[in-house]
Every structure is written in structure tokens, then in C-alpha cells.
């Protein structure tokens, strides 16, 4: 299964991601987690994304592009894919065509105002990949699954959200209408308790 998670800022992809993926048995690529491990090794793609990617703008197409081919060519990726934040553009939604074709596309569809909550009072884990609520955490600094230390996300802050958020509504959401004309999508509502969110996932795969 070549499967796309489709969304705003927040909206919950790499939440659904982690359970969704070993039920299919596919990788999870999430571009962001791929990028930010860039910047933390300090390689010269990083460097060069993160000024983009504190200012809430999106990396340029043919960087995600090379990066995204060059991870679906692994070994790993022949029984399918399950890729979190790419597309972004409808440049990249063609390129892909090109690359390996998506069978479905989900689109986790949440109102904006909850989103802003959601991503502030967001936590990760940098050792199991977690991610948290604050209002949920009974100690905001520590992974409850793992035990390491939790942190908040560079481009977490409100003004980069809202520009975040921006760029999602001018430049992604246009790609709902364009897997709609493939016949791919289906939207499922990101806006209720998480396991709702993953039986409708699970529901719209079948
Ligand atoms: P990326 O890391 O992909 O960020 P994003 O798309 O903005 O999405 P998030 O990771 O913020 O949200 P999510 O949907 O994964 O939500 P989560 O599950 O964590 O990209 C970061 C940056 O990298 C971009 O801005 C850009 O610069 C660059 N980039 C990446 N890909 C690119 C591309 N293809 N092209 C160009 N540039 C690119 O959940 C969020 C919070 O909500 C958590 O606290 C969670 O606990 C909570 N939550 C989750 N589900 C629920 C629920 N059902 N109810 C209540 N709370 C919930
Ligand atoms: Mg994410």
C-alpha cells in the first residue's frame, strides 16, 4: 500500500502515522522528522532548510523532491510507503507521480482553532518518536513511554503557526482537489479523540 496522510499543521498525521504504518507494515516517512534530523546533524542540507523551516515556509520543491526519491528507492519501501508531510505543493504531488504512484490519500481534516492548542502544547520525544500533549503529561519534561526527555518543537511558537498555517491553505490545500480528481482521497474528521480518529482511518482503508 503507497499511502499519503494529507493535513494541517497539527492536524495529527504523525500521530496516526505510528499506528497506521505497523498495522500496513510500511514505513512511516514523515519529510519534517527527516528534515529536523538534518539539522541536527548539521549537514548542508539542514543548515539551508532550517532558516525555512523557522520562518513556518516550506523547504523548496526540488530539495524535498531528491530527498523523498532518494528514501522511496530504499529496500524498505517495496511493500509501499506511508508518507507524512509530502506532497506539500502540486509540484511535488506531480513529481511523485513520477517516482511511486499513491494508491489512497487520507486527508485529516481539523478546524484551525484548535489547532493552534494542539502545537503549542505540543511535546516530542527525540529517542521513541512520541508525541505528547502538556495537559496530558503528568510530567511535561519526561517521555511516559520511554522515560527521555521531552522537548518543544523550534517552530512551535504562535507566530510561526500562524504562517504555518498560511502557507497549508495557500499552498497544500489544493492538493485535496487534486487527488479528489484521481479518485484518491478520503477525508476523515482529526477533530475527536485520537483512536476515533485511527478506527476512521482504518475504516477508509479497507
Ligand atoms: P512537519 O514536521 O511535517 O510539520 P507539519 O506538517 O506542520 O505537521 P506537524 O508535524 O506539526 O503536525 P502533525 O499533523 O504531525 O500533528 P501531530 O501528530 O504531531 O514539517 C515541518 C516543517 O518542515 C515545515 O513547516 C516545512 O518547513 C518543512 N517541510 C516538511 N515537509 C515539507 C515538504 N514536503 N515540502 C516543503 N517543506 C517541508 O499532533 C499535534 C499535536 O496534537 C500533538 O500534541 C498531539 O498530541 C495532538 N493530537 C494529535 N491528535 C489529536 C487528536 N485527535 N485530538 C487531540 N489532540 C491530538
Ligand atoms: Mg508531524
Keep these: 500500500m503507497k499511502l499519503i496522510f494529507l493535513g494541517p499543521p497539527g492536524a495529527g498525521k504523525g500521530t496516526q502515522a505510528l499506528g497506521v504504518s505497523s498495522r500496513l507494515n510500511v514505513p512511516h516517512i514523515s519529510t519534517g522528522n527527516m528534515l529536523r ?7 548542508p542540507m539542514g543548515l539551508a532548510a532550517k532558516k525555512f523551516m523557522d520562518a513556518g515556509k516550506l523547504v523548496p520543491d526540488e530539495v524535498l523532491i531528491e530527498m523523498v526519491r532518494e528514501r522511496l528507492s530504499m529496500v524498505d519501501c517495496k511493500p509501499g510507503y506511508l508518507l507524512d508531510g509530502f506532497p506539500r505543493t502540486v509540484e511535488q ?24 492548542d494542539r502545537l503549542t502544547g505540543r511535546r516530542v520525544c527525540g529517542k521513541c518518536s512520541g508525541t505528547f500533549h502538556i495537559s496530558k503529561l503528568t510530567d511535561p519534561g519526561v517521555c511516559p513511554v520511554c522515560g527521555w526527555t521531552l522537548t518543544h518543537r523550534d517552530d512551535d511558537q504562535p507566530v510561526t503557526i500562524r504562517q504555518r498555517l498560511k502557507v497549508y491553505h495557500e499552498q497544500t490545500a489544493p492538493l485535496i482537489g487534486y487527488y479528489e480528481g484521481k479518485g484518491k482521497i478520503t477525508t476523515v474528521n482529526g477533530d475527536c479523540p485520537p483512536e476515533e480518529v485511527l478506527a476512521s482511518i482504518l475504516a477508509a482503508l479497507e
Design 93 to 116: 504531488a506531480e513529481a511523485l507521480e513520477q517516482i511511486a504512484s499513491p494508491d489512497r490519500v487520507i486527508n485529516i481534516a481539523v478546524p484551525d482553532e484548535c489547532l493552534l
Design 37 to 43: 534530523a538534518a539539522v541536527r546533524n548539521e549537514t
